[in-house]
């Protein structure tokens, strides 16, 4: 009896799974809003007021505190406020910055040749950086830019 109560208990772990632990890293970290909306709120529970709402799937935010399923942010103004852990994809991205135009390029320095130009505000996926630039995917444009143009590199 006891060996089909432990396997009856295993199973039902494999079945359903532990939370991930890839959210409860230690912080600060940085991090995207995994949703197309998501409802930051004036603090870490379903009871406390909208403070504001994202409509900005691929944001970029700095990960401050953890509590509960919860996750107190920081936004590229640096608004802060809690929104749930599920919301947030710990997959970095980065958002363009600066006044102007940002090039991209494609291979990392100014004497590489230009793909295009971005405006302030662009998201994108953010990969390496190095020497100054960082690699730069705007839905599906790939390229390098300047790493003082982006919000959501370096150390958080």
Known sequence: ???????????????????????????????????????????????????????RQGLPVKVLR??????LISDPDGTQGWVVARLLDPERAALVVGEGLAQIRIAPGVSSQLK???EPG????????????????AAGHKGWIREDRLWGVGEP
């Open 122 to 137: 662009v998201v994108g996926k953010l990969g390496k950086c190095d020497a100054g630039w960082c690699e730069f995917d």
């Open 116 to 118: 295009w130009n971005v």
């Open 1 to 55: 009896m006891r060996w089909i109560i432990l396997t009856l208990v295993s199973s039902m772990l494999l079945v359903f799974p532990q939370p991930g632990h890839a959210q409860e890293r230690e912080v600060p970290y940085w991090a995207s809003l995994r949703a197309s909306e998501v409802n930051m709120r004036v603090g870490p529970s379903q009871d406390y007021p909208i403070e504001w709402v994202y409509k």
């Open 66 to 71: 953890l509590q509960e399923g919860w996750r």
